[in-house]
C-alpha cells in the first residue's frame, strides 16, 4: 500500500532559523502539493508542482519560503529564516491522474 | 471566485443520532466536490467524492447544483466518526480548494 512519506514528524528550532522539510510522494504520481494547517486558517495550499515543473507558490510568502523538486522522488519546502508565525503541521500530498490526493502525516514545527 | 464554505467549526452530535455537516460552494464550471477525513493523529484522506456515488462508512453525500451544496450526511452517528471534515472542490488543473474543515465530536 504506498503511501506519501514526510521527514522529520516533528522540529522544535529557533527563530532565525533555517527549516528543511522533506516529502517523498507516491511513485507514479505527478503533481506534488504543499499545505500548512493551522487552527485558525485550516489547510491553506503553499504551492504545487507538476512532473517536477512548479506550478503555483502563490500561497507561499516568497521572502523565506522555497519549495523544489530535486527529482520525482523528493519534494522540499525550506524556510529560512524561521519565524514563530510559522508554527504549523506541513502536509505533503501527491495527486493520481483521477484527481484524488493522498497525504503524507505531515510535520509538526514548532518555533519559538 | 472559486470559495468552499463550511459555515461550522465544531458540530457535536450524540452517538446514535443523525449527521449533517454542511459544505457549500461558489464555482463557474462543472466542479468536482470531494469530503476528506483527518481522524486524531492521522493524516487527511479521501472519504469520498461525488463522481463515484458511493457511501463510504455509512457516510453520503449529494452534489446539488441548485444550492451549490455538497452536504455530508449519516443517519446514525458513531462514536469513531469523531474527527477533522473537509469539504473540498477541484477546478480541474490539479488543484484542490480545501474549506476551513468542521470538527464532528460524536457525544456518547
Known amino acids: 500500500d504506498a503511501r506519501v512519506t514526510q521527514t522529520p514528524r516533528h522540529k522544535v528550532t529557533e527563530m532565525g532559523q533555517e527549516v528543511t522539510m522533506r516529502c517523498q510522494p507516491i511513485?507514479?504520481?505527478?503533481?506534488v502539493f504543499w499545505y500548512r494547517q493551522t487552527m485558525m486558517q485550516g489547510l491553506e495550499l503553499l504551492a504545487y508542482?507538476?512532473?517536477?515543473?512548479?506550478?503555483?507558490d502563490s500561497g507561499m510568502p516568497k521572502d523565506r519560503f522555497s519549495a523544489e523538486m530535486p527529482d520525482a522522488t523528493l519534494a522540499t519546502l525550506k524556510i529560512q529564516p524561521s519565524e514563530p508565525r510559522d508554527s504549523a503541521v506541513y502536509f505533503c500530498?501527491?495527486?493520481?491522474?483521477?484527481?484524488?490526493?493522498?497525504f503524507g502525516p505531515g510535520t509538526r514545527l514548532t518555533v519559538l | 471566485a472559486q470559495r468552499v464554505t463550511q459555515p461550522e467549526k465544531l458540530l457535536s452530535v450524540f452517538k446514535g443520532a443523525p449527521v449533517e455537516l454542511k459544505c457549500n460552494y461558489s464555482?463557474?464550471?462543472?466542479?468536482?466536490l470531494f469530503w476528506y477525513v483527518q481522524y486524531s493523529r492521522q493524516r487527511l484522506q479521501l472519504l469520498l467524492r461525488h463522481i463515484s456515488r458511493e457511501s463510504i462508512k455509512g457516510f453520503t453525500a449529494d452534489l446539488n447544483k441548485g444550492e451549490t451544496s455538497f452536504h455530508l450526511k449519516k443517519p446514525f452517528a458513531q462514536e469513531e466518526d469523531s474527527a477533522m471534515y473537509y469539504c473540498a472542490l477541484s477546478n480541474r488543473d490539479d488543484k484542490i480548494i480545501f474549506g476551513k474543515g468542521t470538527r464532528l465530536h460524536i457525544l456518547p
Open positions: 500530498a501527491s495527486g493520481s491522474t483521477e484527481g484524488t490526493q493522498y
Open positions: 508542482f507538476r512532473n517536477r515543473a512548479p506550478l503555483d
Open positions: 511513485l507514479g504520481h505527478n503533481t
Open positions: 464555482y463557474s464550471g462543472s466542479p468536482e
